[in-house]
């Protein structure tokens, strides 16, 4: 029998030994062996029964029981072929849980998830950026996303202007939700406990606070605007292969470093070089 709760360290022990697994490191594997930890992801989501939720990357299960037992409807994607067979057991007698065998970026989520959804998730460190700037520019019906990343990529996605670790994925994340750090979770809290702290970043999903006329063209500008930081913005962006003229005449100091633009003055900056 296993033991009814998975966010244990003898439970998930057992579960490992039994199905004979192995953290695969290539995918960023750390199984989470905290109860707390769960409840207070879940609670940080906010779910009520009857949420529906997006998991990406459902492990042996443990946050998805957490979820479950919420009331959540849980869809997860799971790219590691082992463990279906586990979650088949793991998670038996869950009748609001859904497992869909793929790659979450190369996944259709829209037909996947059709009506407003939660994300919550322990993403795997190495993709982390590429799935939250998935989830956050493809103009999803996504409300809330509560993610597990590595503690400096979830300061790095609340960071103000003017904070040296102010960059690109703070600007992308910020256009379009409040972020904040609910919470840090310890190496301690998993198994294997992983050589960095991981914290818990809630992003409440908005519409922006201001308009752009063309979305992927404010990126392009906010990353060329990053892309050699020490650099001032006239510098970066001519270099980038933007019309010197226009950057001179957007209104923005062009003497100022990209980390002490707004999200504002970026829309500002977009507009001008796109006119």
């Known amino acids: 029998m296993l033991h009814p709760l998975i966010a244990d360290p003898s439970a998930t022990r057992h579960i490992l030994k039994r199905f004979k697994l192995r953290a695969v490191k290539g995918l960023g594997q750390n199984f989470?062996?905290?109860?707390?930890?769960?409840?207070?992801?879940?609670?940080?989501?906010?779910?009520?029964?009857?949420?529906?939720?997006?998991e990406i990357g459902a492990g042996i299960g443990t946050l998805t029981q957490g979820l479950l037992e919420a009331g959540a409807k849980v869809t997860a994607v799971e790219v590691d072929k082992k463990l279906p067979a586990v979650l088949k057991e793991t998670l038996a007698g869950y009748e609001n849980f859904k497992l869909v065998e793929g790659?979450?970026?190369?996944?259709?989520?829209?037909?996947?998830?059709?009506?407003?959804f939660k994300?919550?998730?322990?993403?795997?460190?190495?993709?982390?950026?590429?799935?939250?700037?998935?989830?956050?520019?493809?103009?999803?019906?996504?409300?809330k996303i509560v993610t597990m990343v590595q503690k400096e990529v979830a300061e790095r996605m609340t960071a103000a202007p003017g904070s040296k670790i102010y960059g690109a994925l703070s600007v992308a994340v910020q256009f379009r939700s409040e972020s904040r750090i609910a919470f840090e979770v310890p190496p301690e809290c998993f198994l294997p406990p992983p050589e960095v702290t991981s914290a818990v970043v809630v992003c409440d999903v908005r519409k922006p606070n201001f308009e752009v006329s063309d979305e992927d063209f404010f990126i392009k500008v906010v990353r060329s605007a990053f892309a050699q930081r020490r650099k001032t913005l006239i510098n970066s962006l001519a270099g980038a292969g933007f019309n010197r003229e226009k950057v001179l005449a957007s209104g923005i100091d062009v003497t100022r470093r990209a980390e002490t633009l707004s999200l504002e003055e970026f829309a500002k900056l977009a507009t001008a070089l796109q006119n």
């Open 103 to 116: 790659d979450i970026l190369k996944i259709n989520i829209s037909e996947l998830m059709t009506q407003n």
């Open 119 to 143: 994300v919550v998730a322990n993403l795997p460190y190495y993709i982390t950026t590429q799935i939250l700037l998935t989830l956050l520019e493809k103009n999803l019906p996504v409300t």
């Open 32 to 54: 989470l062996i905290d109860a707390d930890i769960v409840r207070r992801t879940v609670e940080a989501a906010e779910i009520c029964a009857g949420d529906e939720v997006l």
